[in-house]
């Protein structure tokens, strides 16, 4: 599923539209997101904004071995995109030091006792 988080955009063609944070997590936790396209102002900073799905996601990655799905940043605020855009580059290096630590674990010798 290809999922898109806006308050006033267009939903692009092919892809499911939430309205607030919550919404998104509790897809992402669901499972099945593929792709997620996050706007950073949502008309009610008290319901979250774009970059809460980013830390959640980050957390999730972190200390749950979440796998994140292709995350693209379409704010048309510039130092929340910037700011969001950082998040995607730490979830990013996260996952790549799981997978080097993963092929580490496999190629180690196996020792019995």
Do not use: C
Request: proline residues 6%; glycine residues 8%; without cysteine.
């Amino acid at each position: 599923m290809k999922l898109f988080l806006d308050d006033e955009r267009p939903t692009p063609e092919g892809w499911n539209r939430v309205y607030w944070p919550s919404e998104a997590i509790r897809l992402l936790e669901a499972g099945g997101v593929t792709e997620l396209s996050l706007d950073h102002d949502l008309g009610d900073d008290t319901r979250g904004t774009g970059y809460d799905v980013i830390v959640w996601i980050e957390e999730a990655v972190a200390l749950r071995g979440f796998v994140p799905p292709v995350i693209k940043i379409h704010s048309a605020n510039p130092s929340a995109a910037e700011k969001m855009q950082a998040g995607v580059h730490a979830i990013e290096k996260l996952v790549r030091e799981r997978s080097i630590h993963r092929d580490i674990r496999s190629r180690a010798p196996r020792t019995s006792k």
